[in-house]
């Protein structure tokens, strides 16, 4: 058994007794050098610090080392903390943990913030560009950032995607004694070094111009860096209703062009997984660019021609294939790859496409969709329906 217990900036004095027995009896006690200086002079245990990267150590972990062992952590482990690491890889069966208030529910003790109402993001050990999904007028959010520069970072982005005029908190040292909170907006915010220690809070306020994004699917073409390579508005909420993104799920995002259905799985549930697959160089680069700015940097993008880039990816819980149906083998190598239950989604407009289309559903079975979508546009001084290309979707359930 693994002890994990949750430790504040006000060290020894803030932790209650069952924790401060699990150090006391530990041989071992594992955690950041500042983590470990906490500890009194009398803690007798080994003192073993993280190494950089901490895998080695939790390798020798999982296997398990000789003794009792402790591992620190700060605040609350399982929220974006070692506890939830050492939960996947040593199982929540070995670890006792010992919680202790997150810096989460300190920023929102101390701003009076209801914490069911705030959204919580974190970019430590992670692209900060995640921070750009969460905001929204009137939104609160509680960031927690990594460094010196941290809050720093977190205000340019915020400023970038349009959001200036937000308020932005920059608590340090939360419940520690050299706590200090500074208030400003993200606009304002003058850029210097805070205590590497600190998280950030922000309410959402859009500059004049900013066109707030949804996450409902089906975003403006215009949020969107495309070479028109792009399933239009309408069609992709259709696509997306198709796919019906679910927990942890993984997509394929076939011939993805701009990325949009993959970028839009990936917003509508965050803790799904996507690859998108595109063989052209600069529209692979684009994806990228994309999900980036739409606050969906985990997005993987593989540079490469299905059915041959397939290979080695893990078997997802739907697919969509936007591109490459023609393509000798990709309709089938899809369908086999997909797990039992998932869906594939397969969007044609050529007839040579949509034949494809045809001939699955013949075989497989599914729902055959014809989706022609028209505009209201100018003609003259009048106005007419413009249609778009019209689209035949097939969908089926493995
Ligand atoms: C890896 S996360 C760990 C979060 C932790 N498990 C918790 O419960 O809050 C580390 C980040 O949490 C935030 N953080 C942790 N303790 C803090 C404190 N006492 N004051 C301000 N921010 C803190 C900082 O943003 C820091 O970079």
Same mark, same amino acid.
């Given at each position: 058994?693994?002890?994990?217990?949750?430790?504040?900036?006000?060290?020894?004095?803030?932790?209650?007794?069952?924790?401060? &027995?699990?150090? %006391?009896?530990?041989? +071992? $006690?594992?955690?950041?050098?500042?983590?470990?200086?906490?500890?009194?002079?009398?803690?007798?245990?080994?003192?073993?610090?993280?190494?950089?990267?901490?895998?080695?150590?939790?390798?020798?972990?999982?296997?398990?080392?000789? *003794?009792?062992?402790?591992?620190?952590?700060?605040?609350?482990?399982?929220?974006?903390?070692?506890?939830? +690491?050492?939960? !996947?890889?040593?199982?929540?069966?070995?670890?006792?943990?010992?919680?202790?208030?997150?810096?989460?529910?300190?920023?929102?003790?101390?701003?009076?913030?209801?914490?069911?109402? +705030?959204?919580?993001?974190?970019?430590?050990? !992670?692209?900060?560009?995640?921070?750009?999904?969460?905001?929204? #007028?009137?939104? !609160?959010?509680?960031?927690?950032?990594?460094?010196?520069?941290?809050?720093?970072?977190?205000?340019?982005?915020?400023?970038? !995607?349009?959001?200036?005029?937000?308020?932005?908190?920059?608590?340090?040292?939360? /419940?520690?004694?050299?706590?200090?909170?500074?208030?400003?907006?993200? /606009?304002?915010?003058?850029?210097?070094?805070?205590?590497?220690?600190?998280?950030?809070?922000?309410?959402?306020?859009?500059? #004049?111009?900013?066109?707030?994004?949804?996450?409902? #699917? /089906?975003?403006?073409?215009?949020?969107?860096?495309?070479?028109?390579?792009?399933?239009?508005?309408?069609?992709?909420?259709?696509?997306?209703?198709?796919?019906?993104?679910?927990?942890?799920?993984?997509?394929?995002?076939?011939?993805?062009?701009?990325?949009?259905?993959?970028?839009?799985?990936?917003?509508?549930?965050?803790?799904?997984?996507?690859?998108?697959?595109?063989?052209?160089?600069?529209?692979?680069?684009?994806?990228?660019?994309?999900?980036?700015?739409?606050?969906?940097?985990?997005?993987? $993008?593989?540079?490469?021609?299905?059915?041959?880039?397939?290979?080695?990816?893990?078997?997802?819980?739907?697919?969509?294939?936007? *591109?490459?149906?023609?393509?000798?083998?990709?309709?089938? %190598?899809?369908?086999?790859?997909? %797990?039992? *239950?998932?869906?594939?989604?397969?969007?044609? $407009?050529?007839?040579?496409?949509?034949?494809?289309?045809?001939?699955?559903?013949?075989?497989?079975?599914?729902?055959?969709?014809?989706?022609?979508?028209?505009? &209201?546009?100018?003609?003259?001084?009048?106005?007419?329906?413009?249609?778009?290309?019209?689209?035949?979707?097939?969908?089926?359930?493995?």
């Amino acid at each position: 058994m693994i002890s994990v217990v949750g430790i504040g900036a006000d060290g020894w004095a803030g932790l209650g007794e069952a924790a401060r &027995a699990a150090i %006391r009896e530990a041989d +071992t $006690v594992v955690g950041s050098a500042r983590q470990l200086d906490l500890l009194p002079a009398g803690v007798a245990a080994e003192r073993r610090c993280w190494p950089s990267p901490i895998d080695p150590l939790v390798d020798e972990l999982a296997a398990g080392l000789p *003794g009792t062992v402790c591992v620190l952590a700060s605040g609350d482990p399982m929220l974006h903390g070692i506890g939830a +690491t050492l939960a !996947r890889r040593v199982g929540p069966d070995r670890l006792a943990v010992h919680p202790h208030p997150s810096a989460f529910s300190l920023a929102c003790a101390r701003l009076g913030w209801p914490a069911a109402e +705030t959204a919580l993001v974190s970019a430590v050990g !992670r692209p900060a560009e995640g921070l750009a999904l969460a905001l929204a #007028p009137g939104r !609160r959010i509680v960031a927690y950032a990594a460094g010196a520069q941290g809050a720093a970072r977190l205000a340019a982005l915020v400023c970038e !995607r349009g959001y200036g005029p937000s308020r932005f908190v920059v608590l340090e040292q939360l /419940g520690g004694p050299a706590e200090r909170i500074v208030e400003s907006t993200a /606009g304002a915010f003058n850029g210097t070094p805070v205590d590497p220690l600190h998280a950030v809070a922000l309410e959402c306020r859009a500059a #004049p111009g900013t066109v707030p994004l949804s996450r409902a #699917p /089906g975003l403006p073409d215009g949020a969107y860096d495309s070479d028109g390579q792009l399933s239009k508005r309408a069609v992709r909420a259709v696509t997306l209703a198709a796919l019906g993104p679910r927990p942890g799920e993984l997509l394929w995002d076939v011939g993805a062009g701009s990325g949009s259905i993959a970028i839009e799985w990936l917003r509508v549930e965050p803790s799904a997984r996507a690859v998108a697959i595109e063989p052209d160089p600069s529209r692979a680069a684009r994806i990228a660019v994309n999900a980036s700015r739409l606050g969906v940097p985990a997005l993987e $993008v593989r540079e490469g021609r299905a059915p041959a880039a397939l290979e080695g990816l893990e078997a997802p819980g739907a697919i969509f294939i936007g *591109g490459g149906l023609t393509a000798d083998g990709v309709l089938d %190598r899809c369908w086999a790859a997909l %797990r039992p *239950g998932g869906r594939l989604v397969a969007n044609a $407009v050529t007839l040579e496409g949509e034949r494809a289309l045809q001939a699955a559903r013949a075989a497989r079975g599914g729902d055959l969709l014809r989706l022609a979508v028209s505009h &209201a546009e100018p003609l003259g001084s009048f106005e007419a329906w413009r249609p778009h290309l019209p689209v035949v979707q097939w969908s089926a359930v493995r």
